[in-house]
């Protein structure tokens, strides 16, 4: 079976990792947007190139690098790390990608398509994140246990120590216990915006498939995901990192914990583990550092 099939089959009974909330519940009025969003927008332009049978130029260090952000996709979910989104998309798959966009996103067409991605750009998960960390006595309450204990040398492999347990001897209600930890470890371990990535990892995906099944251009998709990845890198230190964030992003949006929410943390957990324990954060983080262009990349990998 294909895995879009399979990720099609998921999401309609609720039991995969990329299932979403309808992304319309992000247009908050009382969310600050995200800083330096207006240099992530593009202006849209349906006279450019849709897609042909052709697909998207591979070799060169702006797809390359986005594949690497979304490698995580890949072993979340049996892909490929070579390709955007973490998969092959082609044309005996259309209907799956139409069906993933307007079941996970409510993208069914061009101008929602242009919709969502400039709403999650301005607005994501990452501005909630922000003002529930100014907000809420729980976030910070976790925030500040953290550092207590942690200091400044806080690490990914820490925050997998930190459990209900950990809630409870420092008086923090567990009752949206991946919700609190998700945002207090992120702006711990990121600063500001520390949700930036979770919100771009995602969009790779939302992009490239808009641009498989013909609601973005090329010209859009490409401008798109450069956007993406200069930011991306320009906030974090390493691919290992940004997927470090997507963990605590999923954290967040899924707020409390029970079977469900526990296995798909735990899938993302396992992933990380796989491409440590196979090495292949040390055969991309050669390309982190790269200058991002259009310009052939090197095949050395």
């Not at 955007?84 to 005996?92: F, I, K, N, R, W």
């Not at 567990?174 to 969009?203: H, P």
């Not at 010209?219 to 940004?242: G, M, P, R, T, V």
Request: charged content about 30%.
């Amino acid at each position: 079976m294909k895995i879009l099939v399979l990720i099609v089959a998921q999401i309609l009974a609720g039991v995969t990792a990329v299932t979403q909330v309808p992304e319309d519940m992000l247009a908050d009025a009382n969310l600050q947007p995200t800083s330096a969003y207006e240099q992530m927008l593009v202006e849209y332009d349906d006279s450019g190139t849709f897609y042909d049978n052709n697909g998207l130029d591979r070799n060169n260090e702006v797809y390359r690098w986005g594949a690497a952000v979304t490698s995580l996709y890949a072993y979340l979910e049996n892909g490929s790390p070579k390709y955007l989104a973490g998969h092959e998309v082609d044309d005996s798959i259309y209907d799956d990608t139409v069906t993933f966009l307007a079941q996970a996103w409510n993208i069914t067409d061009r101008t929602s398509a242009e919709e969502v991605i400039d709403r999650v750009l301005t607005n994501g998960h990452n501005a909630k994140c922000n003002q529930a960390i100014k907000e809420e006595s729980d976030i910070k309450a976790l925030i500040k246990a953290i550092k207590r204990d942690f200091g400044d040398d806080f690490t990914y492999e820490d925050a997998l120590t930190i459990d209900e347990d950990y809630f409870k001897e420092n008086e923090i209600d567990t009752s949206e216990f991946y919700r609190v930890k998700g945002a207090a470890c992120a702006y711990v371990r990121f600063g500001n915006d520390c949700l930036k990535g979770y919100d771009y990892i995602r969009l790779i995906r939302v992009i490239t498939f808009s641009y498989q099944i013909g609601y973005l251009t090329k010209e859009e998709h490409d401008q798109l995901i450069y956007n993406i990845d200069i930011a991306l890198q320009q906030q974090y230190s390493s691919f290992k990192d940004i997927h470090e964030c997507y963990y605590y992003g999923e954290m967040f949006r899924l707020g409390t914990k029970d079977r469900q929410s526990t296995s798909l943390i735990n899938d993302i957990v396992k992933a990380i583990s796989e491409m440590t324990d196979e090495r292949y954060y040390t055969k991309i983080e050669k390309r982190f550092e790269k200058e991002i262009s259009f310009n052939s990349a090197s095949m050395e990998e």
